[in-house]
Structure formats: structure tokens, C-alpha cells
């Protein structure tokens, strides 16, 4: 019986599982090995680091440098397992075209341009264009979906609340040798924006997803 993939260190091995079964089986073993994380961001279901030196360390005496590819562990449990390989394709596109030479974004790195719509097209990816990241919304094609069927891929069952607190010092009580501890709440709203006529709402948590009624858009958070 499989293990469930309801804590941390789990489902950071599974998404670096996956990884490894995409360089084999979609992207035909071209892609250097990556750190492949669990992210706080909650803006972006994922990200890639340009930088080829993000992560650095030694394996069997030598040393290696290693781009980063992030997952944001806030919508984890709450998208299909099929969603969550579309991200972590879209990222290993990024990673195929800097490995490639392939110019494939600009705009600081919002925008997604042509090279990358085929890229990601011919690595299973349906991609549709977006006002504000161009070719850059994604999701599996029928290659991908087969993807995700042959290998049996197990859902996630976990998602990291955004609503938490901080504690920021040592003990809370200076006489004993530590400072005064203080909590810092992030905001209970947030802001959703529909991409075609910019109207604007707020929700009370995150994870929510609603529609414009208008322009049947869904709305996206700002």
C-alpha cells in the first residue's frame, strides 16, 4: 500500500519522483537534475531560478550547482494531482529552454512568448494566452493525462494555511536570557481580479475559486 503524501518530507520526495519520471518519460532524460521544493509563495502555483548556482554543495567529493523549481505547498491538496504535474511540467519547460538557449520569457520573466508556447506544446501541455504572461497558462494535454494514469500518480493530501502566526525572538521572557516574543498575523482578505474587465473582490481565504460572471473568466488573485 502506497504511503499517504500528508506530510512535508513526503511530498517533497514525490514531487522530485515526478520530476524524475517527466525527464525520462516527456522530456527524453535532456534536463539536469534540479532541487525541487516546496514553496511559501502563494501568488504562483510555481517558479523556476534562473540562476544556475541557486543551490550548491558537494556529492561523491565533487562539487555541483543546481537551478531550484518551487511548488507552492498552498494549493497542494486542493488541485488534482494532474494540475499539480501541469506546473511542475510548465517549470521544467523553463528549465528545458535555459538548458537549450531558448529565450522563452521577457518582462522580467512575466511574459511568455512564442518559444515558449512551443516548448511547452511539444513537451503535452495545452497552452492558452493571457493578457498580463502571454503564452503562459498551462494545463495537460491528453499525452500528460497518460502520463499521470500509467504512472499511477497519487493525490496530495496536504495544503500549508496562509493564515498563521510568527513567533520572532527566543523565550518571552527577557529575565531568562531571551527577548520579548511578538506574533505578526498576514491579512484574513485577499484580493481576486478578473483578467478581462478588472473587477475586483475579496475573499476570506484562500483556495477559493470564483468566476466573473460577465466575462466567464475565473478570477485570479492579485
Same mark, same amino acid.
Given at each position: 500500500?502506497? /504511503?499517504?503524501?500528508?506530510? !512535508?518530507? $513526503? ?5 522530485? %519522483?515526478? &520530476? *524524475? ?78 538548458? /537549450?538557449?531558448?529565450?522563452? !520569457?521577457? $518582462? ?5 512568448? %512564442?518559444? &515558449? *508556447? ?105
Amino acid at each position: 500500500m502506497a /504511503k499517504q503524501l500528508n506530510n !512535508v518530507q $513526503r511530498a517533497q520526495q514525490y514531487l522530485k %519522483k515526478i &520530476f *524524475r519520471l517527466l525527464n525520462e518519460q516527456i522530456f527524453d532524460g535532456e534536463l539536469d537534475d534540479v532541487q525541487v521544493v516546496l514553496s511559501n509563495n502563494s501568488r504562483v502555483y510555481g517558479y523556476y531560478t534562473l540562476n544556475s548556482a541557486t543551490w550548491t554543495g558537494q556529492a561523491n567529493g565533487e562539487q555541483f550547482c543546481q537551478h531550484e523549481i518551487g511548488i507552492s505547498s498552498q494549493y497542494l491538496a486542493s488541485r488534482d494531482v494532474c494540475e499539480v504535474v501541469a506546473t511542475l511540467t510548465h517549470e521544467c519547460v523553463h528549465h528545458w529552454c535555459y538548458l /537549450k538557449g531558448i529565450k522563452d !520569457v521577457s $518582462r522580467n520573466g512575466y511574459w511568455h512568448n %512564442k518559444s &515558449f *508556447r512551443s516548448a511547452a506544446t511539444k513537451h503535452g501541455l495545452i497552452v492558452e494566452q493571457h493578457p498580463k504572461v502571454g503564452f503562459g497558462v498551462t494545463s495537460c494535454g491528453e499525452r500528460l493525462l497518460q502520463f499521470c494514469i500509467d504512472n499511477d500518480l497519487q493525490e496530495f493530501q496536504l495544503n500549508r494555511s496562509s493564515d498563521y502566526f510568527v513567533a520572532i525572538g527566543g523565550s518571552s521572557s527577557p529575565s531568562s536570557g531571551g527577548s520579548t516574543t511578538t506574533t505578526t498575523r498576514r491579512s484574513s482578505s485577499y484580493k481576486l481580479l478578473c483578467p478581462s474587465c478588472g473587477c475586483t473582490v475579496r475573499a476570506t481565504r484562500l483556495g477559493v475559486q470564483l468566476m466573473c460572471i460577465s466575462c466567464s473568466e475565473e478570477m485570479e488573485y492579485v
